[in-house]
Structures are given as structure tokens and as C-alpha cells.
């Protein structure tokens, strides 16, 4: 099973920019082109939060217009930049996103040899993430029904500290009581993650834990105590991450043009120049 992630599009209509600098619209495309075109072509696509920039209406339209290419099957999970409703009703056959009446966008997707469970963090109006006793019950509800079964969740916000002040800052509460769940559950190879726009592991209750780069722009990589909030430029990138014969193997992939593949060896031997 091969498993994309892309996160943190943060999305916005043609000719606006995110944080003024960033044309967000124009990055992703070349994203949804690069998965169509790996060989193997992924079975599902994860796209863990920050869909928009600001949650609007008119941002979830111009996202389903550039989704729409896609040409494998694709999930969504809200980050803090996203509105639950504008999201449901942009992408209504999309069922699993639930309807106005339910709290929380949490789903769980079966029929491949991974076991997908997709939380909900987003707390509204808010850059912080969490995970509340309503959230957190409904995952131990999903857990307890296949206990032994491989299993990956997905998040917006990751369940740790980076060491990138600003972002830490904005981290996740509940992060102790979803440790204690997950403890108790073996099967659970892997939490991925998007919020942090870099890629980045960390051991997390005897799992492994992971962010994923951004489609667009990066923040920037400053582990200083007092490192300003800023972003750079850095290439696009995703995830990609292989299950093959019970062990999940990520890969960091990085999105556009570059010269090469180049062969390592001739037909007759090392290529010795």
C-alpha cells in the first residue's frame, strides 16, 4: 500500500497572496501533477489541514477545482486555517466529512491493507489545536473495534514540541491523553501530521510521529529560544509513505522540475568520469 501525504495548502483565490508574499494557487497544481504521474501511483491521498488560508467559501471552491484532477482517491481533515461547514459544503459527496449536526470532521477508512483514522484538531477562530474528551472518546471507540489491526491516523496538528518557538506555541492540547490511548494500541504505526510546514519525526507513545511539508511555503528552520515567526520559500514537498511486508517506510519528496534521473552505471560498467 502506498500512502501521499500533502498538507498546508493554504489556499487561496487566483492573484491573492497568502501572508503577501505567497501565490498559493499557483503551487497546487504542479502538486496534484506530480502524484498522478509516480509510478507506482499511490492508493490514496492524505490531505491533513489547512486546505484554505482563511476558511472561505469562494477558497474550498477554487480548492475543489484544482482537486479535481486528482486521480486518486483523496481525503480531507480541517486545520486551523479551515471552517467545517464552508468545507462540507463545498465537497458534499463527500460523506465522510459528515453533516452540520456532527461537533467534529473524524472518519475512519477501511478496505485497504492500512486502516485509516482521520481526527479532527481544529478548535475555531483559533491557531492552537485539541483534542477534547468528545474527540478523544470517539478515537478509543475506533481503536477498540480492530485492536490488532495496522493502523495509521492522520492530524492537522502534531501531538509534540518541535523546538520552533512560534509553532510549539501553537501546538496541540490533549497531547497526554491521546499518549495514554495510543499506548495501550501497538497497532498504530504511525501519526502523521501536517501545521508545521517542514518534515519532521518524533518518537510519540511507542509509535513514530511525523509532520509533512507544505504544497507552498516552509517555516523557516529556527531552533533558537527566540527565533521570529517567518516562512521561506523553500522547494514544496510531500510525503509519501510505504507499507510493504508489515513496516511503513516514509519518503520526503520534493515538488518540480529537476534535471536528471541520471544513470549510476553504463551498460558496461561504472561510469568512471
Not at 22 to 46: F, Q, W
Not at 116 to 142: H, K, M, Y
Request: proline content about 8%; hydrophobic content about 40%; some cysteine.
Amino acid at each position: 500500500m502506498l500512502i501521499a501525504q500533502i498538507t498546508d495548502l493554504h489556499l487561496r483565490r487566483p492573484g491573492q497572496k497568502a501572508y503577501r508574499v505567497v501565490e498559493t494557487d499557483r503551487y497546487l497544481a504542479p502538486a496534484v501533477a506530480a502524484l498522478n504521474a509516480l509510478k507506482p501511483r499511490p492508493d490514496v491521498v492524505l490531505i491533513s489541514g489547512d486546505l484554505t488560508d482563511f476558511g472561505r467559501p469562494e477558497e474550498y471552491a477554487t480548492l475543489a477545482e484544482q482537486l479535481a484532477p486528482l486521480a486518486i482517491p483523496w481525503y480531507l481533515i480541517p486545520g486551523n486555517h479551515d471552517d467545517r461547514q464552508a468545507l462540507r459544503a463545498a465537497f458534499p459527496t463527500h460523506d465522510y466529512l459528515g453533516g452540520p449536526n456532527q461537533a467534529f470532521i473524524q472518519y475512519v477508512v477501511e478496505g485497504f491493507p492500512l486502516r485509516l483514522i482521520g481526527l479532527d484538531t481544529l478548535v475555531p477562530g483559533e491557531s492552537r489545536g485539541e483534542l477534547c474528551t468528545e474527540r478523544l472518546d470517539w478515537l478509543a471507540d475506533r481503536l477498540a473495534e480492530q485492536p490488532e489491526r495496522p493502523t495509521l491516523i492522520f492530524m492537522h496538528h502534531p501531538p509534540f514540541d518541535t523546538g520552533i518557538g512560534h509553532m510549539d506555541a501553537i501546538g496541540l492540547s490533549g497531547r497526554e491523553a491521546l499518549a495514554a490511548l495510543v499506548r495501550t494500541y501497538p497497532n498504530v504505526e504511525r501519526i502523521v501530521c501536517g501545521h508545521v510546514h517542514r518534515t519532521l519525526f518524533q518518537r510519540f507513545a511507542g509509535t513514530l510521529a511525523s509532520c509533512c511539508p507544505s504544497t507552498a511555503h516552509q517555516v523557516a528552520l529556527d531552533l533558537r529560544d527566540d527565533g521570529r515567526s517567518a516562512f521561506v520559500l523553500e522547494p514544496p514537498g510531500y510525503h509519501l509513505h510505504l507499507w510493504r511486508d508489515g513496516v511503513l517506510t516514509t519518503h520526503h519528496a520534493v515538488i518540480g522540475d529537476y534535471a536528471g534521473p541520471y544513470p549510476f552505471h553504463e551498460a558496461g560498467g561504472l561510469i568512471d568520469e
